[in-house]
Every structure is written in C-alpha cells, then in structure tokens.
C-alpha cells in the first residue's frame, strides 16, 4: 500500500506535567507490534518502547509490545506475528534510510502513518529509526527517548481522529531543541484533551466496532522545526 499522505513527525515542545492526564490506565490495552528493519539494538529498543510505554500510560492507556526483527539473509521477519489481531493491535514499522528515503524523500520526514478508509480504525505506521537517530545527534540528544516519543507520536495519529497536531507536546508536528528537552525530562505528552480522546478510541476499538464513530482519519505530514 502506497501512503497517500505523510503524518509529519518533527515534534515541538512544551507540555507541562499538568497537561497530562494522569489518569488510571483501567482496562484500556492495545498491542503495539514492532517490526525493526533497521537493525536497532533490542535492549535499546525496549528501553524506547518503554518510554513510550510510560507516555501513553499517562494517557489512560496500557500497552503490550511485540518486537520482530528483519534479519537480512532470513527471508522473512522472524518472530512476526500476522497482521491480523484486529484494530486494538498496531504495527509500527523502524526503517533504516534506504526503505524510508523510498517512503518520504525528504529527510525532514521522521514518520507517517497510513490512511484508511473514512471511518476505519489505521493501524499501521512507520518511524524512520535512522533519521531520528541523525535528529537526535545533531546537539547528542536523548536518541532512545526520542525514538520511543516518536513511535508515541505516530501511535497518537493512529489513535487519534482527524488532525491530531498540536501546537505543543507529543502530537507538534515540529520537533526542536525544545522536544529534545522535554522528551528527555519525560515531559513530551499528549494533553488532557488528547488523552481522553485516546481512550475513547481504544473503548471504540475493544468494543469490536469496525467503524469510527468520529470524523475520519486526516493525513498530516510532519516535518523538524529548523527554525529552533
Ligand atoms: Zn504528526
């Protein structure tokens, strides 16, 4: 499937921890498969996939994680579970430079999710694990952690409807020296608002509807903030 559109993935800054919800993950879950393609260290990766983890627990919401790496000389990913665990499941895919510069020529670009039809729970999208290690190391920020907030940032697009940008926090679509900072004192979060959206998409999706009940899917591109 082509993208048709890009969800841009430079986040922006700002988001106090009384912008989070706090609130109790009760029996909110969604399974969030991993497929590396870009060769990310697995102690690495699930020290990212833990801080998203922490992220959108303050958002109300549990997460499982399964991780399959692609090994080059196996034909197939190994440890990959079939994409077919229904919409409370999610498939974000880390690709390396060559796989994401055939996705999103602009280098800008550190992820997208994928449209789906209008009223349809999207569960698939790609961060650019390398680009967001280049971002990262441009003034040594916290790599993992903005790795981990980026995956955050494309689940957020999958689990909230319509534009889910935001000026500040985990969904700006520009990211700077103000997300650096903030992702590394775990303050890049979804707001209230977003939080609660979230968690009435995940009731939506354990529920067993099929249909968003909400406005559709809007693809957004995200690109960095160069300009801070
Ligand atoms: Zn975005």
Redesign the pocket.
């Known amino acids: 499937m082509r993208p048709r559109q890009l ?3 430079c986040l922006l800054l700002t988001v106090a921890w009384s912008s989070a919800s706090g609130q109790p993950a009760a029996n909110l879950e969604m399974t969030i498969h991993v497929h590396d393609y870009a060769g990310i260290d697995p102690g690495e990766l699930a020290e990212a996939e833990a801080f998203a983890a922490r992220i959108l627990h303050k958002a109300g919401l549990r997460t499982q994680w399964n991780n399959c790496r692609f090994r080059p000389a196996a034909t197939a990913l190994r440890g990959c579970a079939a994409a077919t665990g229904g919409v409370t499941h999610l498939y974000i895919r880390l690709l390396a430079e060559p796989m994401a510069g055939k996705l999103a020529a602009s280098t800008t670009i550190l992820g997208m999710s994928l449209p789906t039809s209008r009223g349809t729970f999207p569960v698939d999208a790609y961060v650019f694990a390398e680009r967001v290690g280049v971002f990262a190391e441009q003034d040594r920020g916290p790599v993992l952690r903005l790795l981990g907030a980026a995956i955050t ?1 494309e689940v957020g ?1 999958l689990l909230l409807a319509g534009n ?2 935001s000026v500040t926090g985990i ?1 700006s ?1 520009q990211w700077g020296p103000k997300e650096k900072k903030d992702a590394l004192m775990g303050v890049l979060t979804f707001s209230r608002r977003q939080s609660e959206q979230i968690r009435a998409d995940v009731r939506q999706r354990m529920s067993g509807s099929n249909q968003r009940t909400h406005i559709a899917y809007d693809e ?1 591109g ?1 690109e960095p903030n160069r300009g801070r």
């Open positions: 969800l841009k993935t940032h697009h889910a940008h969904m679509a957004r995200i």
